[in-house]
Each structure stands twice: as C-alpha cells, then as structure tokens.
C-alpha cells in the first residue's frame, strides 16, 4: 500500500507564500514522477507541478513564475513553494505518485484571503 503524507496548507492572506510537503516511501520516492494537484469547489481536479526523479519540472500556466516544487532525495519529500498567492488558488491540494502505482495523499487545504 502507497503512503503519501501531507503537510503545510492553512489560511494565509492574498500575496503571502505557503510551503507543502508530501513525504513518501524511499521506494515510491525515487522510482515516481511526483506531483501536486488541486481541486478548486466546483471545479474538477487539476495538474498544479509535476517533477521526475531525474529532476524535471513542469507547471500549470497559472502557477509558472509563483510556485516552485522540488524534491528532497534525503527525506524522501517532494516540496511545493507558494509565493504570491492569489484567492483563486484556493483549493485542496493533493500529493500524487505516479508510475508503477497512481496514488493520492488525503489533501490539505489552502485558503487564500482578499
């Protein structure tokens, strides 16, 4: 069974920054593309930041410039940095390991205040 362990959404003001972290097993760490994803109310789930284990990164459009996803080869996390955050980029964010498996962290809620 996949584990992927969540942290770091809350409440912060528009412009503020937010960091989440998805920690995972070694195993699933470094044979999977990790990513975070996100689902606005009413809206269907979205890509927000891919990255390979090799190190590529791919953003949404509407994230490109703001946020920035890493990983963590020592503690086996993947890393969302969140600057300039804007009311429409709140939503439930959500940890995602694919290759072999296609597993989902619980979520964690960010909310971006006017």
């Known amino acids: 069974q996949v584990q992927l362990v969540e942290s770091g959404g809350g409440l912060v003001q528009a412009g503020g920054s937010l960091r989440l972290s998805c920690a995972a097993s070694?195993?699933?760490?470094?044979?999977?593309?990790m990513g975070w994803y996100r689902r606005a109310p009413g809206n269907e789930r979205e890509l927000v930041a891919t990255?390979?284990?090799?190190?590529?990164?791919n953003y949404a459009d509407s994230v490109k410039g703001r946020f920035t996803i890493s990983r963590d080869n020592a503690k086996n996390t993947v890393n969302l940095q969140m600057n300039n955050l804007k009311p429409e980029d709140t939503a439930v964010y959500y940890c995602?390991?694919?290759?072999?498996?296609?597993?989902w962290g619980q979520g964690t809620l960010v909310t971006v205040s006017s």
């Open positions: 070694r195993s699933i760490f470094i044979n999977h593309r």
């Open positions: 990255i390979t284990s090799a190190g590529s990164t």
């Open positions: 995602n390991a694919r290759g072999y498996y296609d597993a």
